[in-house]
């Protein structure tokens, strides 16, 4: 909460300064950064050596950052009175410390220093840049951050925005920003994509993808600095950057160490007939931009993969915050449902739960709410998703029983009825053949009967 109030007093105190001081309103000229005739860049690949970067997915990010950096290299070549250093051509081990003082040993205007991006649980996706909190590297930095990232948003990558981190000391957490700085060099870190990320895994998946990032850093970097090329035919020079309020600071890139606001959720409709769910979803952050929601159906258990929060745009730092969530429901789960609402930090804020008062049952016969209840009493929400499941299958496999056993029954009927139709027919056929011989014996003592009588005579 401390750290809250902090920030919105410096805001404060940001927004007072523009609105009172005629020597501190935003900048006439849209470019803050001011350089000679002639530019020197550095361009940083980032790890080298045995320090491989991140490894997610068979990447390997220390060989990545060098093809983009080299591109990028190349790409700034055909620029006029533009000098273009490498702080690493091979697969070379560096320091932060060396980096920045190879960047202060040619006079940098600018050190980038080129990074791809991986997260511990393999959730996040997107663009971002880093750049100092002090001013005005923070100015500068978000200058450049807002041309880069308009280029990736166009690739169609989705924005994490320009920030900063702090470390505990209250500086600057990424060690080549701090280096470069105390040098006063301005630096900043370009996360092109995450590379463990299904969604932004196809971005980088091949050399001409990464050279493409390389050719994307040149192109920012030249409107940003307002290059021409006699080569290339393009004039930047009047081009018109991203405004910045006075004193260099822009308060969207401020760390934000505090969850959203507000999360809630409102149940809109249900058909239980079909498995449709919809939700209204509202939430806030009233110091940073919302990224990301996921949402739960077992009650917090697992969560779904994060999706883009609806209208987010972390360059403006606006968002929707009410949109409509439609879930598809499976057939035999009575769902408990949670949002979670991530902001610029991935700092996330839950809803209230919302219990469904009835089971979802489409598609085939299940057993009432009240029968669940009953046939299997304490199981926790977490367990019940499972249980239903396995119940569904004895289900189903009863059924399958049922009918075999019908089956076979309705045959031992037909063999039955087929051997009483045989055994009917053989006593029939005896009787007949019994009374056909008591009839001919009878003809026959007649017969014998009426010749003794004539031979009396």
């Not at 003082?101 to 600018?110: L, N």
Request: net charge negative; proline share 4%; glycine share 8%.
């Amino acid at each position: 909460m401390q750290n809250r109030w902090r920030k919105r007093f410096f805001l404060f105190i940001c927004v007072l300064s523009c609105l009172l001081g005629s020597s501190l309103t935003a900048q006439g000229a849209p470019r803050l950064q001011d350089v000679g005739e002639e530019l020197v860049i550095v361009i940083d690949p980032g790890h080298g050596g045995e320090n491989q970067g991140t490894i997610e997915n068979n990447h390997e990010e220390k060989a990545m950052t060098l093809i983009t950096a080299m591109a990028m290299y190349e790409e700034l070549g055909l620029y006029d009175n533009v000098k273009v250093y490498l702080t690493r051509t091979t697969d070379q081990e560096l320091s932060l410390k060396e980096r920045a003082a190879y960047a202060a040993s040619v006079d940098a205007d600018f050190l980038f220093s080129i990074h791809y991006n991986a997260s511990e649980n393999h959730e996040l996706f997107g663009s971002e840049v880093w750049v100092s909190s002090l001013s005005p590297y923070n100015g500068f930095g978000y200058q450049f951050g807002h041309e880069f990232l308009t280029d990736m948003r166009e690739m169609g990558l989705f924005l994490r925005g320009v920030k900063t981190r702090l470390n505990s000391a209250g500086i600057d957490y990424y060690g080549i920003i701090r280096e470069s700085v105390a040098l006063q060099i301005p630096a900043l870190i370009i996360e092109h994509c995450h590379v463990d990320e299904s969604r932004d895994e196809g971005y980088c998946d091949s050399r001409e993808k990464l050279e493409a990032f390389g050719r994307a850093d040149a192109t920012a970097v030249a409107r940003y600095f307002g290059l021409k090329s006699s080569i290339l035919q393009v004039d930047y020079t009047d081009y018109s950057l991203a405004e910045v309020p006075a004193g260099g600071i822009m308060p969207l890139t401020l760390p934000d160490t505090t969850a959203p606001d507000v999360c809630e959720l409102v149940c809109t409709g249900a058909d239980y007939g079909t498995g449709a769910l919809t939700m209204e979803v509202s939430a806030a952050d009233y110091d940073s931009v919302l990224l990301y929601y996921s949402y739960s159906l077992d009650g917090g258990h697992t969560y779904s993969p994060r999706e883009p929060w609806p209208g987010s745009d972390a360059l403006t730092g606006s968002y929707t915050d009410t949109f409509t969530l439609r879930l598809q429901v499976d057939s035999g789960i009575r769902p408990e449902v949670i949002v979670r609402a991530y902001n610029l930090y991935d700092l996330y804020t839950e809803s209230n739960p919302y219990s469904s008062p009835e089971t979802f049952s489409y598609g085939q016969e299940e057993p009432s709410d009240a029968e669940d209840q009953e046939s299997s009493p304490g199981v926790s929400p977490g367990e019940g998703e499972a249980s239903l499941e396995a119940f569904s299958g004895q289900v189903r496999q009863s059924k399958e029983v049922s009918f075999l056993v019908f089956l076979e029954i309705s045959l031992g009927i037909v063999v039955f009825l087929m051997l009483l139709l045989v055994i009917s027919q053989a006593i029939v056929y005896g009787r007949r053949r019994r009374c056909r011989r008591q009839r001919s014996r009878q003809y026959q003592q007649r017969k014998d009967f009426g010749e003794e009588k004539n031979q009396h005579r």
